[in-house]
């Protein structure tokens, strides 16, 4: 099992759609939990931090869940600049014993016209 | 502007030819790391560092090294660089205080081809 997964899509979705994405960890000493937004053969740029308590950013929320190890990401009010690849992100932080980052495959998004 | 540097961006080589690709970054962060991206792979932590002086394994660590003798470096180094080894990489860094990581910054990638 992957310790972090998603979904690869393409989700294909008119604009003004809404869209959510979930992401799956398997450890569960995991810390921190990002979204990045990564454009074709572009490097990634943060989308937003991940807290427990979720968190909404314009049209964009995160929630946490972590008694079912997943977080998720949605998107209201889809626009054409918001195709991209959406990628989930966790770190184990001092906890773990490391400080890696695992990165999810991520999640392709097409907004249509 | 904050910034991560990476040189450089695109790189063809032969196989053997030892190579070095720069990184630096100009916010004082702390920790500092290497990823590969290959298609359908995602992104693959190679190294990473703490701190200058603390260096450790990500994920794919085999064909690389790294050092850090000053804060804002982290070069990366391919000794004997194989076919194997051609893939986008990405430097980053981030803030860290005590057990908190904070979210990474990105240089632009370096595109490197071992032929």
């Known amino acids: 099992r992957k310790e972090v997964e998603q979904d690869p899509g393409p989700f294909n979705v008119p604009e003004g759609a809404t869209v959510a994405f979930n992401c799956t960890y398997s450890?569960?000493?995991?810390?921190?939990f990002f979204w990045y937004r990564q454009d074709c053969r572009k490097e990634p740029k943060l989308l937003m931090s991940?807290?427990?308590s979720g968190n909404e950013d314009g049209r964009f929320t995160a929630q946490l869940n972590r008694a079912s190890q997943y977080i998720s990401l949605l998107i209201r009010d889809s626009k054409l600049s918001d195709s991209a690849t959406y990628l989930c992100v966790v770190n184990s932080g001092l906890t773990s014993g490391t400080y890696k980052y695992i990165f999810g495959t991520g999640t392709r998004l097409k907004v249509l016209a | 502007e904050a910034q991560v540097t990476q040189n450089p961006r695109y790189l063809i080589t032969v196989t053997g030819k030892k190579l070095t690709v720069t990184c630096s970054q100009n916010m004082n962060h702390e920790y500092m790391s290497w990823y590969r991206q290959d298609p359908g792979l995602g992104l693959r932590q190679i190294y990473y560092?703490?701190?200058?002086?603390?260096?450790d394994k990500g994920d794919v660590p085999e064909g690389y090294k790294v050092s850090r003798k000053e804060k804002r470096n982290f070069p990366l180094i391919l000794e004997s660089p194989s076919p194997n080894q051609t893939s986008l990489y990405f430097c980053a860094s981030s803030l860290s205080q005590g057990s908190e990581i904070y979210e990474q910054y990105f240089g632009p990638g370096t595109r490197l081809t071992v032929t």
């Open positions: 450890n569960s000493a995991s810390q921190s």
């Open positions: 991940v807290y427990s």
């Open positions: 560092s703490m701190n200058v002086e603390v260096t």
